[in-house]
């Protein structure tokens, strides 16, 4: 009598799974990964191939500030160049506006107090460049320090090489970081050294500013910070005035220092009618901006070298070690007790603020604070717990209405509960806990994001140096709300974070990215990383159907998807936990997708009407299992989903 064929359906659902033994993992979890890469589990149901990122401006971020010739008739192979933010590098290539060619940096002398660079080149200048001519790297070696996309400003900003940049439309970079001081201007002829009286001044200059006096030669460095009296002050400057300044010589402010600054951070709000970003670097005074204003807070010394910030209650929050400082209520640059500014301190080292349903949590590295209240007169500082805290402050992040952030034992996940004030503290990373540790390592970087539209947490890791390709992330997607078991994970490999940003505008997500090359990229745009294929894997766990002492005979294997494009790969089935001398069947090839164009989005002579795609990859597989695991392998194409497999076999005999 016939042995009659059954039918073995498997949902693909709850990503990647390592805390189960693999026998319990395929009887439990059949529709789980035992391996997965650059699979995001979706909303929508399957595994869903991620997308890929592209440049979000094709020119680099420049890397050592608005740099300009530092005095007119030099010649050979030295160049000396001011507003230098950041020491350049040998092997650094540049151009200077009015000079042909391209120049090579063999030497470098730099001196980080008047923001000058003595470069020694390869060849020998052209010709002499004017005083002031721009000098543009084309090629630098520093370090992108900050990434962050403003609804206010539709725009990108990016910290780098000391100076902070905006690109609204791809279209090249513009300096942000010059301060407005108002119409400065030169009070009084004759003025001779290393002080210069001026008036005309609405702001503060501050250390580190950089300047040109009309009719002077040379790039001037603010050295110390000026009293401003009534619009006037006295700048002390280096170096000393080539020439002695015309009255009411014009003063033009050419960029200010964020020299050293490492790991920015950032927050908007709104005091005055006008979307502003607040941004701490850990080594400078704070910075607020706009795409067209820019203006360093100086009010308190409590605040320079601050490592986080925070708009909460119409105050602004900055973490400096333990210390937590906030301004007077809507106005950002007002640290006076009495106008309702102050500080606090937390039980260790802060490691990050996040505004949550009407309270501010303050994570240290050791416990985690609340702030409750509305201003500085009722202000309490309570405490969530003692026993567990971040380890990495990039990592905190608000997904579907909780906080999820990395503990000293994996994604840690803080939500409210239903009681008033209550939290739940869970481990969203438990059912891939050993593919976790082995992810945190020590002395290495993480920064993390969310992709909104697609209920998504994703956490990077950076090591200097590391190979793009190499690169390790997490997603983590959240099917149900307050439910820190409902996260399910997908790997990635290929994507080098060191800083990221997301946010909403309008309709429009935009996620971006920098690491420790020169260009800031944006995630979920194209099928490439930046014009490399995407290799993908879906492994399932070693499966029992039905009975793990039954042997089963193997008939065939029809993968339903979800195409966005054409898509072709590999299935290969594995048999009885792949052990040692077990004859294994060959992979089968898949192919299938194409275009096609839907009802509504046909332009006459522009295609033809037909079918849908082929959505099912249907392969006659052979052999006999008492176990069986089916290994899909993709290298490229567009981004698809696997959505459910149906495996045809037949039950024989017991073990």
């Keep these: 009598m016939p042995t009659a064929w059954e039918t073995f359906p498997i949902e693909l659902t709850g990503g990647l799974v390592s805390n189960l033994s693999r026998l319990q993992h395929g009887l439990k979890a059949p529709g789980s990964a035992r391996v997965l890469k650059n699979f995001e589990p979706s909303v929508k149901g399957g595994y869903r191939r991620i997308n890929g990122f592209s440049k979000f401006d094709p020119d680099i971020v420049p890397p050592y500030g608005p740099t300009v010739v530092h005095a007119s008739g030099q010649t050979g ?17 540049l151009t200077i506006t009015g000079v042909t060619g391209t120049y090579t940096v ?123 009296t009534a619009g006037g002050a ?111 301190r937390l039980p260790s080292t802060c490691t990050g603020l996040i505004t949550f349903r009407e309270q501010m949590v303050c994570f240290s590295d050791l416990n985690i604070r609340r ?51 209550d939290f739940n503290l869970s481990l969203a990373s438990r059912q891939i806990q050993d593919d976790f540790t082995a992810f945190v390592q020590p002395d290495t970087d993480y920064c993390s994001n969310v992709v909104r539209e697609k209920n998504q947490y994703r956490i990077f890791k950076y090591t200097t140096g590391e190979d793009k390709t190499g690169s390790d992330a997490f997603i983590g997607t959240q099917f149900m709300d307050q439910n820190a078991q409902s996260i399910s ?3 990635t490999k290929g994507i080098l974070a060191y800083r990221t940003s997301s946010t909403y505008v309008s309709d429009t997500e935009f996620v971006l990215f920098s690491n420790d090359d020169e260009y800031v990229y944006r995630m979920e745009s194209g099928a490439t990383f930046d014009g490399v294929a995407i290799t993908s894997q879906f492994h399932t766990p070693f499966m029992a159907v039905n009975d793990p002492t039954m042997r089963k005979t193997a008939y065939s294997v029809d993968t339903y998807f979800d195409p966005e494009g054409s898509v ?38 522009g295609g033809s009407y037909g079918g849908l795609p082929d959505t099912v990859f249907k392969q006659n597989v052979t052999g006999s299992f008492y176990t069986i695991s089916l290994q899909y392998e993709f290298d490229g194409g567009e981004p698809f989903v696997l959505d459910t497999v149906l495996l045809e076999y037949a039950t024989e005999d017991r073990k």
């Excluded at 509305?374 to 905190?396: M, P, Q």
């Excluded at 290969?572 to 090839?589: C, E, G, H, L, M």
Aim: proline residues 4%.
């Design 106 to 228: 063999s030497g470098v002398t730099y001196d980080i107090a008047t923001k000058r660079a003595t470069l020694t080149l390869s060849t020998s200048l052209a010709t002499s460049p004017a005083d002031l001519a721009a000098v543009t790297f084309t090629y630098g070696q520093s370090r992108i320090e900050g990434v962050f996309y403003s609804a206010g400003d539709a725009a990108s900003f990016a910290l780098r090489g000391g100076s902070l940049w905006t690109s609204a439309t791809g279209a090249g970079w513009t300096l942000v970081s010059k301060q407005d001081y108002g119409t400065p201007l030169v009070n009084g002829g004759s003025q001779t050294g290393t002080s210069l009286i001026v008036d005309g001044l609405t702001g503060t200059p501050a250390v580190g500013d950089t300047i040109s006096v009309s009719g002077v030669e040379l790039v001037y460095t603010v050295t110390a910070v000026p009293t401003v």
């Design 568 to 605: 072709t790969g590999t299935v290969t089935p594995k048999y009885d936990f792949n052990v040692p001398n077990k004859i294994q069947p060959n992979a089968r090839s898949l192919t299938g997708g194409g275009s096609f164009i839907e009802w509504g989005a046909f332009t006459w002579g």
């Design 371 to 421: 702030l409750q209240g509305t201003s500085g007169a009722d202000f309490t500082l309570t405490s969530i717990t003692n026993d567990i805290g971040c380890s990495h402050g990039d990592s905190i992040q608000e997904v579907g209405g909780d906080i999820l952030f990395l503990g000293p034992d994996g994604i840690r996940f803080l939500g409210a509960t239903e009681r008033i004030g």
């Design 77 to 93: 192979t030295t160049l000396i160049i001011g507003c230098v933010y950041e020491e350049p590098t040998i092997g650094d290539t």
């Design 489 to 491: 994970w997908g790997p």
């Design 234 to 344: 006295t700048l002390t400057i280096d170096p000393a005035l080539d020439s002695s300044p015309a009255d009411n010589a014009a003063i033009t402010v050419r960029g200010a220092s964020h020299t050293g600054g490492v790991k920015a951070r950032f927050a908007q709000f709104n005091f005055s009618g006008v979307i502003e970003t607040a941004m701490v670097d850990g080594v400078n005074y704070p910075a607020v901006f706009n795409s067209t204003s820019y203006k360093v807070l100086q009010g308190t010394t409590d605040i320079l070298a601050a490592t986080f910030v925070e708009e909460f209650k119409d105050h602004l929050f900055f973490a400096k070690s333990d210390l937590i400082t906030y301004c007077a209520p809507f106005n950002e640059d007002d640290f006076t007790p009495a106008n309702g500014a102050g500080s606090f």
